[in-house]
């Protein structure tokens, strides 16, 4: 049993591959992206859609309500669905109240009364609009 040298082609040859693959392992290792980097990166993202979405919605406010002398001139009281596309309005003009049907293309007067008196709405009634097994979950807690 004797040893026979091994020959350096194959000793070079066998560091080679040793050496590329840490090499390959190294690279592995450092192209997988760290776990918290990706969820700050996630987190990031999602407050900047945020904050485009309320300063969107902000602007929009903005730019869409009256301004100047008329701009309590008219204010809509209230308003009754009374078919699919109909519905009557009371519009507050000054002190008189329009009683107006709205239909798709047309606005038709149906009466002018003169301004009634609001009734409040107690937090009573308004309790009583939560329904029951709501109430029961709220003073749950």
Same mark, same amino acid.
């Given at each position: 049993?004797?040893?026979?040298?091994?020959?350096?082609?194959?000793?070079?040859? *066998?560091? $080679? !591959?040793?050496?590329? %693959?840490? =090499?390959?392992?190294? +690279?592995?290792?450092?192209? /997988?992206?760290?776990?918290?980097?990706?969820?700050?990166?996630?987190?990031?993202?999602?407050?900047?859609?945020?904050?485009?979405?309320?300063?969107?919605?902000?602007?929009?406010?903005?730019?869409?309500?009256?301004?100047?002398?008329? *701009?309590? $001139? !008219?204010?809509?009281? %209230?308003? =009754?669905?009374?078919? +699919?596309?109909?519905?009557? /309005?009371?519009?507050?003009?000054?002190?008189?109240?329009?009683?107006?049907?709205?239909?798709?293309?047309?606005?038709?007067?149906?009466?002018?009364?003169?301004?009634?008196?609001?009734?409040?709405?107690?937090?009573?009634?308004?309790?009583?609009?939560?329904?029951?097994?709501?109430?029961?979950?709220?003073?749950?807690?």
């Amino acid at each position: 049993m004797s040893k026979q040298p091994v020959a350096p082609g194959l000793a070079t040859l *066998a560091l $080679l !591959l040793s050496g590329s %693959a840490l =090499a390959q392992a190294s +690279t592995v290792a450092s192209a /997988v992206p760290s776990l918290d980097s990706g969820l700050l990166h996630m987190f990031f993202a999602l407050a900047g859609v945020l904050a485009i979405l309320f300063f969107s919605l902000w602007l929009l406010k903005k730019l869409t309500t009256q301004r100047g002398p008329s *701009a309590g $001139l !008219l204010h809509v009281v %209230a308003a =009754a669905a009374v078919g +699919t596309r109909e519905r009557v /309005v009371i519009v507050e003009v000054g002190s008189t109240w329009l009683v107006l049907g709205v239909a798709p293309g047309q606005v038709s007067a149906l009466a002018e009364i003169p301004r009634q008196p609001m009734p409040e709405q107690s937090a009573m009634s308004m309790a009583e609009a939560i329904p029951p097994w709501l109430q029961k979950l709220l003073q749950r807690k």
